[in-house]
């Protein structure tokens, strides 16, 4: 795999965050007024500057790093270090996030005298949405009050608007008298030789009446619920290691994001946030795919993102929000914007895509535990998923889903891809809604046929075997109606007119995966997924480089996600297509490998790996971490071993195809049902491969797909 320096993906930031909360710093620890930075709670901004001085001089911290997620550590110096007679002094900051933040700031010394060094610390609050963050207050206004209490020694500052209830209260804790003197917290700090001295920040937020609590200050155990949630999914991922360093490196880095990521109590509790900076919030469709992904990681996480989901399932026809009876939630955020009605953001429902999904990822969850109590729990948000997408998915009824939007600041698009522009024709110009886009129709059949499974488990076989003859229906409409013999793909989606809109693009991944593709053309759609217009060499581009609309930093016409790669994976090992899953599966680790800390970000470009562009560079407001592409990793070491569990039956079936790059794997802690293993795959001589499984009593059988097996035989 190529080698070049590891960079970041926001080289000017770093990001701590738990639950609801976020510090945005820059690499130096430091919130410098400028944006995006800050400290942000509910998706607003509550701590939007803080300068520090010490006895009249900012100190720069000379190291910076985060720790474990939720906390932050920085060092400065105070004093000559190097000068005799003794005159170090050093500060050393740490912050700790959860519902609020507590900043400790510890004055070390190691001089031969004492020291007293006057404190200043300037403080602001602007009360900005985290969509504002980037640029500032542009939708919501206010002024923004300051009161000082000395008997509390506390700072509170109010935004003074009559429509929204926000302030911050910033306490110190000191041994020494605390003023506030001409905009700022006043503290005289005395260190004696080899002694220190500390102050300690706690900046609370006060939401509607609310205090929210600033964390105690542990690097090491959970400060909040967000954070016991990841300490909960430590324990129990699965582990792996490899000869092969980079694919070892890039699990542990997504599974260690996947702790981190929690939204916590009242969401999941272990449910994930999209990604940092900008998606600290509920999205449904996201939330369930990137707990899906990493089911071989863990089944916990999609629990919680099932009920998450289930909790909040649409109850009215509401035009502004796109929301209808049973359709699951899009997106919810918690910021001022979207609390004043500025965007319909506090609960969205627009996207068709979630609703099949609960009933995918629902019969997923019954695969991989058998947990038939959660699953009987969550029976009537599947029934009610499955009258929704009857009622109001396809709404001329001509047997395909077809997404239109009716909310004014609601998604033009509501299907995977959902920016404006992302479904284009051939000729590059956007395509009018209502659009029955591709990958829409490969979810709902997967859903019938999941659906199908999950209730005949909980007593209803008649409906399951109702579910299983729509489904099949589905699949030779699918076909005739979609299939481009001459492109040998699909159509990206039928437009308003009904006719096919003949863009290359991903989409065909996604139906690999479903298994809606008939056999007979499985390797042609597989072989044009990894056609040089399509592969960039690290990943499978949204939308075919030779396109018109093709832009290589767009964020779906052109790009790369590696979301799409554990889906795409996950496809062309149910075809038993080794030898484009292994391309595509290098090209990923091989990009995670020009990350720091192997974290593979949101999205990066679709330009070409070669000698021109040794780095595939990234979306310019790419998040980093981001749930489902830490679970793109997951997923691609379950597609290398095409593992399907079958937990009802206490079998798990693998059919395992290393490449020469990856010569083993060992996995420990396998759940599938109740029994917990071990799995060691080696790649023998002539590219054969042994397992064997430790653990509690459970049948492993080696035994191809049958999607697979028929694939073989049409090849034959």
């Given at each position: 795999m190529s080698r070049v320096r590891n960079l970041r993906v926001r080289p000017d930031l770093l990001y701590v965050a738990s639950g609801w909360s976020?510090?945005?710093?820059?690499?130096?620890?430091?919130?410098?007024?400028?944006?995006?930075?800050?400290?942000?709670?509910?998706?607003?901004?509550?701590?939007?500057?803080?300068?520090?001085?010490?006895?009249?001089?900012?100190?720069?911290?000379?190291?910076?790093?985060?720790?474990?997620?939720?906390?932050?550590?920085?060092?400065?110096?105070?004093?000559?270090?190097?000068?005799?007679?003794?005159?170090?002094?050093?500060?050393?900051?740490?912050?700790?996030?959860?519902?609020?933040?507590?900043?400790?700031?510890?004055?070390?010394?190691?001089?031969?005298?004492?020291?007293?060094?006057?404190?200043?610390?300037?403080?602001?609050?602007?009360?900005?949405?985290?969509?504002?963050?980037?640029?500032?207050?542009?939708?919501?206004?206010?002024?923004?009050?300051?009161?000082?209490?000395?008997?509390?020694?506390?700072?509170?500052?109010?935004?003074?608007?009559?429509?929204?209830?926000?302030?911050?209260?910033?306490?110190?804790?000191?041994?020494?008298?605390?003023?506030?003197?001409?905009?700022?917290?006043?503290?005289?700090?005395?260190?004696?030789?080899?002694?220190?001295?500390?102050?300690?920040?706690?900046?609370?937020?006060?939401?509607?009446?609310?205090?929210?609590?600033?964390?105690?200050?542990?690097?090491?155990?959970?400060?909040?619920?967000?954070?016991?949630?990841g300490a909960r999914l430590a324990r129990e991922f699965t582990r792996l290691s490899s000869s092969n360093f980079d694919v070892t490196a890039a699990w542990r880095c997504a599974v260690d994001d996947l702790t981190v990521l929690p939204l916590g109590e009242p969401a999941g509790p272990t449910a994930p946030m999209a990604g940092l900076p900008i998606y600290q919030e509920i999205f449904g469709r996201d939330t369930m795919t990137a707990s899906w992904q990493a089911l071989l990681a863990g089944p916990t996480m999609l629990a919680d993102s099932l009920r998450l989901n289930a909790r909040h399932v649409g109850q009215r026809v509401d035009d502004r929000r796109d929301e209808e009876p049973g359709k699951p939630l899009h997106e919810a955020r918690l910021g001022?914007?979207?609390?004043?009605?500025?965007?319909?953001?506090?609960?969205?429902?627009?996207?068709?895509?979630?609703?099949?999904d609960f009933l995918v990822f629902l019969g997923q969850y019954l695969a991989w535990t058998g947990d038939l109590d959660t699953v009987r729990e969550l029976l009537p948000t599947a029934h009610r998923a499955l009258d929704w997408l009857d009622r109001y998915g396809d709404l001329d009824r001509d047997g395909f889903l077809e997404y239109h939007c009716r909310a004014r600041s609601g998604l033009k698009n509501q299907g995977w891809k959902d920016s404006d522009t992302a479904v284009v024709d051939e000729h590059g110009q956007v395509v009018l809604n209502p659009i029955a886009s591709s990958e829409l129709q490969a979810y709902w059949y997967a859903a019938l046929r999941h659906a199908a499974v999950v209730f005949a488990a909980t007593g209803r076989p008649a409906l399951g075997a109702k579910l299983v003859a729509r489904a099949r229906a589905l699949r030779r409409r699918f076909h005739r109606a979609y299939w481009m013999p001459d492109q040998g793909c699909y159509a990206m989606a039928l437009g308003p007119d009904g006719r096919q809109v003949r863009s290359v693009n991903s989409n065909d991944g996604h139906l690999l995966t479903t298994g809606i593709v008939p056999t007979r053309v499985a390797g042609l759609v597989a072989r044009r997924l990894l056609a040089p217009d399509m592969f960039s060499g690290w990943g499978v581009r949204t939308l075919s480089?030779?396109?018109?609309?093709?832009?290589?930093?767009?964020?779906?016409?052109?790009s790369v996600w590696p979301v799409e790669a554990g889906t795409i994976g996950l496809g062309l090992a149910r075809y038993g297509c080794w030898t484009q899953l292994h391309r595509l599966a290098e090209g990923m680790f091989a990009a995670a490998a020009l990350f720091a800390d192997h974290r593979l970000p949101e999205v990066l470009s679709g330009l070409p790996r070669d000698d021109a562009h040794p780095h595939p560079g990234v979306y310019p407001d790419s998040c980093s971490p981001q749930a489902w592409s830490a679970s793109s990793v997951v997923a691609l070491v379950q597609a290398l071993l095409a593992l399907r569990p079958a937990a009802p039956l206490r079998t798990i079936f693998v059919d395992p195809h290393l490449p020469e790059w990856l010569p083993d794997l060992t996995l420990e802690g396998v759940q599938v049902g109740r029994a917990t293993v071990d799995l060691t795959v080696r790649r023998r001589r002539g590219g054969r491969t042994s397992i064997r499984a430790r653990g509690d009593r459970i049948a492993v059988v080696r035994r191809p797909t049958l999607q697979a097996t028929a694939v073989t035989r049409h090849r034959s």
């Open positions: 976020t510090l945005v710093t820059d690499v130096r620890g430091r919130i410098a007024g400028v944006d995006p930075q800050g400290f942000f709670a509910r998706n607003t901004r509550v701590l939007s500057a803080e300068r520090l001085t010490v006895d009249g001089r900012e100190p720069v911290a000379f190291s910076t790093a985060n720790v474990r997620g939720h906390a932050q550590l920085s060092y400065a110096e105070l004093g000559d270090g190097e000068a005799l007679p003794a005159q170090a002094v050093y500060l050393l900051t740490e912050r700790f996030v959860g519902d609020g933040l507590r900043t400790r700031l510890t004055v070390v010394s190691y001089a031969a005298r004492p020291r007293t060094l006057p404190v200043r610390i300037h403080l602001a609050a602007d009360f900005a949405d985290t969509s504002e963050a980037e640029t500032g207050r542009r939708r919501q206004f206010g002024d923004v009050d300051r009161a000082w209490d000395p008997a509390e020694r506390e700072l509170l500052l109010t935004y003074l608007r009559d429509d929204l209830d926000r302030a911050v209260a910033i306490r110190v804790r000191a041994d020494v008298p605390v003023r506030y003197v001409d905009g700022a917290l006043a503290v005289d700090v005395t260190v004696p030789p080899g002694g220190s001295s500390r102050v300690d920040l706690l900046v609370e937020p006060v939401f509607d009446g609310e205090r929210l609590v600033a964390p105690p200050p542990t690097f090491t155990g959970p400060t909040d619920a967000a954070t016991a949630a001022p914007v979207s609390v004043l009605g500025l965007d319909p953001f506090t609960h969205y429902h627009g996207d068709w895509s979630t609703a099949p480089a030779a396109h018109p609309a093709y832009n290589p930093f767009s964020y779906h016409r052109g």
